[in-house]
């Protein structure tokens, strides 16, 4: 598993990238009530938003961590937002995305690198 | 969450916050608990279902005592003061010369004096406004500094409370006693702020932490943070000062129109005499060309404090906007108040939110958004 400064975690999985939040994530923004996903087949550029949560508290935006393609979503998570408090890291996935060159995730964060980032 | 750690305030039951796993964040210039463990969404539900410990402590608590104190304040807000029974509370404004509202508060009648609540961003200008008026004509105004305030709030609330002190099973609601708690004097009334059954307790500075401690340690009691205060009095259609009410906004605009006694009111036995008196007795009488309603949303989008609301899907004109709005949890969906005119404020009227670029149906809804459970 891989990791952003953004407190996403990429895990790639059949040659696609699974996009989630961290569990450190999900705790600092406290219950989340509202998801809103891209659609499906969108082609989304490194830092672009495209993923809206809404806790108690406010309203956050996702960004792509990678340029790509989004080729699934997870809509569990749409019609009960609380698992992403419950599961962040595994069931909770928010979408999956193409790229073209997988190698791109080397430069991410590895689990001790994140660890330390948000210690 | 902007102030300063060092420059905010704390209550005597900082410590006890802490302990419990509080997430701290700066409120009208305090240290105050936002949420603890059990977060928000919880915490809400539990204080529905059973009940909920808030310390209250930063607003102001405040006595005024002086001939005639009551007829003198009413001078002030646009309620009767004189008729306030002994060992009774209402709710109460204090309005400026233009209508609008400068707090919301609480007043009751404890006998030899008037015992206030008022909201901890306002205290100051509200002591000073008072001063101002009231000690002319002989009348103290004194802030207490020695006393906390916690509210119990929720259908468990008279049983837990009534462990520590029987006595709270004959009090109704809105009304006051003093009633000793632990051999401390405590000053009881039965209200709060989230449309539950509960009670609003001030207790001295020293006695302040034995009792929440006790009460938290019943097993039906749960600390709550601001979060979930917020979206309790939400649901219940109240209103948070500074977010639903300001200086610019009147209490007939504003919903209230029921705090304005009938004593007070056109052809009452002490109509007007308040601030904005003439603004708002010809706004009662002639309505407003804004007024404050409940909103839902369709979907499941929450629209927050300044959402602008529009008459149309598409184009159109705008139609008042979001005071105040979030997730309720007791109503499992999104909950906002806002202003909309006059022409669109009946239940049931559709109008669109506009929310990141987009715009979303969203209906004026009764308020309140739960059904209040006081013990009348």
Redesign the interface.
């Given at each position: 598993m891989k990791f952003t400064e953004e407190h996403e975690w990429l895990e790639v999985e059949d040659d696609l990238v699974v996009v989630g939040i961290t569990a450190h994530a999900a705790e600092q923004l406290g219950d989340i009530v509202f998801v809103e996903l891209p659609d499906e087949g969108r082609e989304v550029t490194k830092d672009e938003e495209v993923v809206v949560i809404e806790s108690v508290k406010a309203a956050s935006d996702i960004l792509a961590p990678l340029d790509g393609e989004i080729v699934e979503v997870n809509e569990s998570i749409v019609a009960d937002p609380g698992k992403v408090n419950e599961d962040p890291e595994g069931d909770a996935w928010f979408f999956k995305m193409k790229i073209e060159d997988l190698s791109v995730l080397d430069e991410l964060m590895d689990e001790k690198a994140y660890k330390a980032f948000i210690s | 969450m902007a102030d300063e750690p060092t420059e905010l305030k704390t209550t005597v039951l900082n410590d006890l916050h802490h302990a419990h796993g509080a997430k701290m964040v700066g409120f009208a210039g305090y240290e105050m608990p936002?949420?603890y463990k059990l977060?928000?969404?919880?915490e809400h539900l539990h204080t529905r279902a059973a009940a909920g410990l808030f310390d209250v402590s930063h607003m102001g608590q405040v006595i005024l005592r002086g001939p005639d104190v009551a007829k003198a304040l009413e001078a002030l807000v646009p309620v009767d003061v004189v008729g306030l029974a002994e060992g009774r509370q209402r709710y109460a404004l204090f309005t400026n010369d233009a209508g609008g509202i400068e707090d919301d508060l609480m007043i009751a009648n404890r006998g030899d004096h008037l015992f206030l609540v008022v909201n901890a961003a306002c205290k100051h200008a509200d002591v000073a406004r008072m001063r101002a008026a009231l000690e002319p004509q002989g009348i103290t105004v004194k802030m207490l500094e020695n006393r906390a305030l916690v509210a119990l709030q929720g259908p468990a609330a008279e049983d837990v409370l009534a462990e520590h002190c029987p006595d709270v099973r004959e009090m109704k609601f809105m009304d006051v006693a003093t009633l000793p708690i632990a051999g401390a004097e405590c000053w009881i009334s039965r209200s709060g702020y989230t449309g539950e059954d509960g009670f609003e307790i001030s207790v001295p500075n020293a006695a302040a932490m034995d009792l929440a401690k006790s009460l938290l340690g019943d097993a039906r009691v749960e600390a709550i943070g601001l979060?979930a205060r917020d979206?309790l009095r939400l649901e219940a259609g109240l209103c948070l000062y500074g977010q639903d009410l300001d200086v610019d906004t009147t209490p007939v605009e504003a919903g209230l129109s029921w705090a304005i006694s009938k004593a007070r009111r056109t052809g009452g036995a002490r109509a007007g005499g308040f601030p904005g008196d003439k603004i708002i007795l010809k706004q009662m009488a002639d309505g407003t060309t804004q007024r404050r309603v409940g909103l839902r949303p369709d979907g499941?989008?929450?629209l927050?404090a300044g959402v602008v609301l529009f008459d149309a899907e598409e184009g159109g004109s705008e139609a008042g906007k979001v005071t105040s709005g979030?997730?309720g949890?007791s109503v499992e969906g999104?909950v906002s108040m806002g202003y909309v005119p006059q022409a669109q404020a009946g239940e049931g009227t559709t109008l669109w939110a506009e929310l990141?670029g987009k715009r979303v149906p969203v209906r004026v809804a009764k308020l309140p958004f739960v059904p209040a459970g006081f013990k009348r």
């Open positions: - | 936002v949420q977060g928000v969404l919880k979060g979206s499941r989008a929450p927050r979030g997730f949890p999104p990141r």
